[in-house]
């Protein structure tokens, strides 16, 4: 919604981590497990894309995820590390999964980072071409 490195329209973007009310009534009233699937279902449109961040693979609110996800026709993209785990066996063909080739969490993790960056500024040369060096 807001900008990587320069100035673009916003980008509809809802990260499902940040509404804490929704995080702990979906907890406490379900499982923690469902935290993210809910929301998918409930605001995920066909179309959209669910991005998916699970250091081992095997995160089961993200496999939840996935699965909420399949049922609205969205496709996935996935970071994840340590052979990619369940997350791996979920995804098809037209999903996009980038997996760390580390079993070190640490790592892992600080890779996903960079890709996140270069995710970001691939879109940003996508939507609005190469930026002038001048």
Known sequence: MGRF????????????TTDTSALTAIGNDYSFNEVFSRQVAAIGQPGDVLFVI?????????????????????????????????VAKMLSESDIHL???????ARIQEIHLLTLHCLCD???VVLLGEEDDA
Do not use: H, W, Y
């Open 5 to 16: 490195e320069r100035e673009r329209p916003g980008l509809a973007a809802i990260a499902l």
């Open 54 to 86: 699970s250091t081992s693979g095997n995160s089961g609110n993200v496999l939840m995820a996935i699965e909420a996800a399949r049922q609205r026709d969205m496709p996935i993209l996935a970071l994840t590390g340590k052979g990619g785990g369940q």
């Open 99 to 105: 997996c760390v080739p580390s079993e070190r969490t």
């Open 122 to 124: 691939g879109i940003d």
